[in-house]
Structure formats: structure tokens, C-alpha cells
């Protein structure tokens, strides 16, 4: 299932656009840490249609800005990382406008960082002419973030393994609408990283029967929605619910209003309620804005992207 709609909207010469889109994790298991600090994982990952835009023009020294507050536009920033970084690896020194319009919630577990630094490398490989293909834009990427190979790569769904950089596509019969959930707060991906180490030391969150990708790979290539509901997974779904509890409320809700399944995304703390279609994404997105109207979640209806 590769992308339909272009991420680089072409616009001549001038200043042109990279879509960043979200993803979900469908399936997260956490399988061990490794010698390097980071966890080996086994993830499905879904590309979904919610995204950020960033705009590139010329300029003779980078810069960025952003029409979010909250969020750093100084070198922490992921996309001036990632432009440094193409910088040192081919040992040039261009600049850069780069504006970002961020509609991807942030530390919510969508990958919307990691996906403003791979449409980072994609817009300025295009911008200054590099010339690098995917396999070089992965290497970088997964340098700046798990999760960027990702993002780097044209499937809507893939297999993830080693810390998630390491990718195999997963060619899916449908497109998937899910309700998204986005309760207000954020949590750091390595203190849950961290807190699901802990826990497990201490004999929790171990389950007995260790759930595989295996029947959900197997739905989404044969679009069976009962099946895949019952393969979503995701081992730090208990810790994000343990800094976040209102977590359990959310999927308690849209549990309630019929959705196939439920499951936090990624470190949290955004939830998806997996729907049978479009129209039943947008029935209980509207029913739940009415159930949980004094709330300040976030409720919107996503897509796979790019079917
Ligand atoms: O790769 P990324 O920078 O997004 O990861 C953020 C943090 O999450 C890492 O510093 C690490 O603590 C934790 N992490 C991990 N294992 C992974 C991915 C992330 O422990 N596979």
C-alpha cells in the first residue's frame, strides 16, 4: 500500500511544501533492552492521514519557525537536527526558511517529531540538490529517532523491529479509520521506556502468554477487521495509563460506542479506537464529543494515509 497522495506537493521554483504525517502503532511489544540502552522491539506501524507541513525556501543561513508556541524552534528542535546532520554528511553549508505548521499533537506517541525531521531530510535532500536516496535518509534518520525510518519509506504500514528502524512493508487490503483520542498531557518516551523496566523487575506487566504481530499481519493482508481488533497490542499501554488514568476512561468510552478495539499508540498517550468504516469513525467521534464535552482531549477521526 504505497502513498497516493504526494508528501512533496510540487509548486515550481518557488518555496514548495513536505507533508509530515502521524502514525500509530498497531502492535507494540517491547521484547528486551538491548547493550545500547534502547529496547528491541516487534511493531506495526500505521501512516495516518493527521500531519504537519513544513515550508522550504532558499535562505543563506537556516532557520526555523513554528506557529506552535510550545514547541522549541532552537537546535533541540528535531528538523534543525536533522538539517545539521545532512549538513555534516555531505559537508555542505546551506541555509534554509524552513516555517513548520504543527497539527500533530506533540509527546503524544504519533511520531510527529520524528516525522518533522524525516520531511526534514526529504525537503532539504530536494532543496540542496543532494541527490540522497532513501537508504542514506534512513541511516541519518534513525541516528535523529527510532521511529524516522518510518516515515522515510513510501508503505502506510510496516513491520518494525530492532529499536523500530529496521523495516519490512506489510502490503494491507484496506484502508483503516479510527477514532483518535489526544487527552491533555504528554509523556516522555524514555521514562516509559524506563518505567516498563521497572515494572517488569518488579514481576509486572508480564503476560503469560506473549501476543505475537503474527494475527495481525495476517488481518490487515486479508482485511478482517474482527481479527486484526483482536491482535492490537501494546506492552506500554499499562505504564502510559499508570502517569496518564484518564487513559482508561478514554478506552472504557470507546469501547462503549462499539469500536472494534482499542489501544494507546506508541508511549502515549493518545488512544485510537479502531471503527468498522469511515462513517462509523465519524458516529462515534461525534457521540463521544457530546459524552465527554467538559473534557480538553483532543477527538478526531484519522485514516490510513496514502491508500
Ligand atoms: O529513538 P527515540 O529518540 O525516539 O527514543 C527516545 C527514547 O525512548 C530513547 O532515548 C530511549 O530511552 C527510548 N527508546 C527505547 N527503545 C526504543 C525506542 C526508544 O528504549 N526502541
Redesign the pocket.
Known amino acids: 500500500m504505497k502513498g497516493a497522495s504526494p508528501l512533496i506537493a510540487k509548486k515550481g521554483a518557488g518555496p514548495f511544501v513536505v507533508r509530515a504525517p502521524a502514525k500509530l502503532n498497531l502492535f507494540l511489544r517491547v521484547l528486551g533492552r538491548r547493550p545500547d540502552?534502547?529496547?528491541e522491539?516487534e511493531t506495526v506501524f500505521e501512516r495516518i492521514d493527521l500531519s504537519d507541513e513544513l515550508t522550504f525556501e532558499p535562505a543563506a543561513q537556516l532557520s526555523l519557525s513554528c506557529d506552535e508556541a510550545s514547541l522549541s524552534c532552537g537546535e533541540e528542535n528535531l528538523i534543525l537536527k536533522a538539517a545539521r546532520a545532512l549538513q555534516q554528511e555531505t559537508r555542505t553549508a546551506h541555509g534554509a526558511r524552513i516555517r513548520l505548521v504543527k497539527r500533530v499533537p506533540i509527546a503524544a506517541g504519533l511520531g510527529g517529531g520524528?516525522s518533522d525531521a524525516a520531511a526534514a531530510l526529504q525537503g532539504l535532500n530536494r532543496l540542496w540538490q543532494l541527490g540522497l536516496d532513501q537508504a542514506r535518509l534512513s541511516a541519518l534518520g534513525a541516528r535523529l529517532?527510532?521511529?524516522v525510518p518510518f516515515f522515510l519509506q513510501p508503505d502506510a504500514f510496516a513491520l518494525g523491529r530492532g529499536?523500530?528502524e529496521v523495516l519490512e512493508p506489510v502490503d494491507a487490503a484496506q484502508e483503516l479509520s479510527h477514532v483518535l483520542v489526544v487527552p491533555d498531557a504528554r509523556l516522555s518516551?524514555?521514562e516509559m521506556?524506563e518505567g516498563l523496566a521497572r515494572a517488569r523487575e518488579q514481576g509486572i506487566g508480564l503476560t503469560a502468554t506473549s501476543p505475537s504481530s503474527t494475527m495481525l499481519l495476517h488481518a490487515l493482508r486479508n482485511g478482517s477487521l474482527g481479527e486484526l481488533a483482536a491482535g492490537i497490542w501494546n506492552d506500554l499501554g499499562p505504564e502510559a495509563i499508570r502517569r496518564c488514568p484518564s487513559i482508561s476512561l478514554i478506552e472504557h468510552e470507546l469501547r462503549e460506542l462499539e469500536c472494534l478495539g482499542a489501544q494507546v499508540s506508541g508511549s502515549g498517550p493518545s488512544m485510537f479506537g479502531l471503527c468498522r468504516d469511515s462513517a462509523h469513525a465519524q458516529q462515534v467521534a461525534a457521540q463521544l464529543r457530546t459524552r465527554i464535552a467538559a473534557t480538553p482531549w483532543r477527538i478526531s477521526v484519522v485514516h490510513t494515509d496514502g491508500v
Open positions: 540502552g534502547y529496547h522491539l520524528s529517532g527510532s521511529d529499536r523500530g518516551t524514555r521506556y
